[in-house]
């Protein structure tokens, strides 16, 4: 078929109207995609709630492993004696803004410590802080006065 007997709707032959469509169709799937992708950065902890299912005397150092993941970082304290570490910080949404996010509000930090002795539980310590808790500090040679 020649070019000129195709027959034209809205100035667009039926070929052409068909590779618009492929094209579209291939860039809405690439979008979507690549929208989807940026949803995963890191995988969600939960501190708090996973530190709460260790049992003191009781939980094995796999269980804290099983519960909490490997630790952020580990200590030796003595003989038989560890103490691992556990850290996360949360921002919301706008907290995570350039340039404005920084006005907006203040990360939480959530902390969990864990001590072993010889492989079992003997203590677990969760604390939670927000970036704004130790502004005081900065506020504080007023008073030397």
């Excluded at 995988?43 to 260790?54: K, Y």
């Excluded at 907290?95 to 990360?107: A, D, M, R, V, Y």
Aim: with cysteine.
């Amino acid at each position: 078929m020649h070019e000129g007997s195709q027959t034209k709707v809205n100035g667009f032959t039926a070929w052409e109207r068909y590779m618009a469509l492929k094209i579209l169709s291939f860039l809405l799937a690439l979008m979507l995609s690549l929208s989807l992708s940026g949803c995963y950065v890191n995988p969600v902890r939960h501190l708090a709630s996973d530190a709460a299912l260790l049992k003191v005397g009781e939980s094995t150092k796999e269980d804290v492993v099983v519960f909490l993941g490997e630790p952020d970082e580990q200590q030796v304290i003595g003989e038989g004696v560890e103490k691992w570490l556990y850290r996360d910080k949360n921002m919301s949404l706008f907290e995570k803004t350039p340039l404005l996010g920084k006005h907006i509000g203040s990360p939480e930090y959530h902390h969990v410590e864990v001590t072993l002795r010889n492989g079992i539980v003997a203590e677990c310590v969760y604390s939670s802080t927000d970036e704004d808790d130790m502004n005081w500090a900065k506020d504080y040679p007023w008073q030397e006065k």
